[in-house]
């Protein structure tokens, strides 16, 4: 598909809603983007619930000062501009309730983050005001987060995420212990059409183990399960498998 050809242009980018999406999740996913550049992580808007630590003032003192070094004091005023061990840590010391968030590779400036903003208040995607946003995301805690990114690794890692956290439901085991399934599996199913529908009436256990039903066909009309992928919970792994 057109989506995945990698001869598409910079402008290129892939969108993605996952519900539901912890802020683990998140940082799990966004390391994706961070694998092959030295980018920044800009959060241009967030809300906040409570504080995680006792020595939240803190925590904001030194994420601020990471952003001067990053961005200078010049552009630093109202920004949250963090690298990838300061954006763990804010993870770690906030509970956030929505976040507004893009990484981009290289330094930035005011001009930069403006742009970026007027995108978002007038509903357009910031991917749009900067090719040299690896990814960008809007994620709320109590309902569907929507990731962009031009990195098909971190898309593919999200809809992993998605299918291990469907899995643990099922299994009525906590977020997080059931592993993603490994990323070769998941791109295949990209592959086929860039459409991943999972159904409740599609999930059996048999012997233990887990058999996801996966319809991949850009018929939505018809939904037919064409592929499947089973989790063993002995073992922790993952198999893919074609629909009978």
């Not at 550049?37 to 906040?48: A, F, P």
């Not at 949250?80 to 400036?109: C, H, K, N, T």
């Not at 999200?158 to 592993?179: F, I, K, Q």
């Not at 058999?211 to 063993?232: N, Q």
């Amino acid at each position: 598909m057109e989506a995945l050809d990698p001869g598409v242009g910079l402008s290129a980018y892939h969108r993605l809603t996952v519900a539901p999406f912890r802020l683990s999740d998140l940082v799990s996913v966004w390391h994706f983007a961070s694998r092959w550049n030295q980018g920044v992580n800009i959060i241009l808007d967030c809300e906040v619930s409570h504080a995680k630590v006792e020595d939240a003032m803190s925590v904001l003192r030194t994420l601020h000062h990471r952003t001067v070094d990053l961005v200078g004091t010049d552009n630093a005023n109202g920004l949250l501009v963090l690298d990838d061990d300061a954006l763990a840590l804010y993870a770690a010391s906030f509970e956030v309730e929505q976040l507004q968030m893009v990484r981009v590779d290289g330094p930035i400036d005011r001009g930069d983050v403006l742009a970026m903003l007027g995108k978002s208040t007038s509903g357009e995607s910031v991917m749009d005001a900067e090719l040299r946003a690896s990814a960008s995301i809007e994620f709320r805690r109590d309902g569907p987060s929507i990731l962009e990114s031009r990195c098909i690794d971190m898309v593919a890692a999200a809809v992993g995420t998605g299918l291990a956290c469907y899995v643990s439901e099922v299994l009525g085991t906590p977020r997080g212990d059931v592993p993603r399934p490994p990323l070769s599996e998941v791109m295949q199913l990209l592959g086929r059409s860039g459409s991943v529908l999972v159904r409740p009436e599609d999930v059996r256990s048999d012997s233990g183990v887990i058999d996801v039903g996966i319809c991949t066909g850009a018929d939505r009309e018809e939904m037919m399960v064409d592929t499947s992928l089973s989790f063993s919970p002995p073992d922790g792994t993952w198999r893919s498998g074609e629909a009978a």
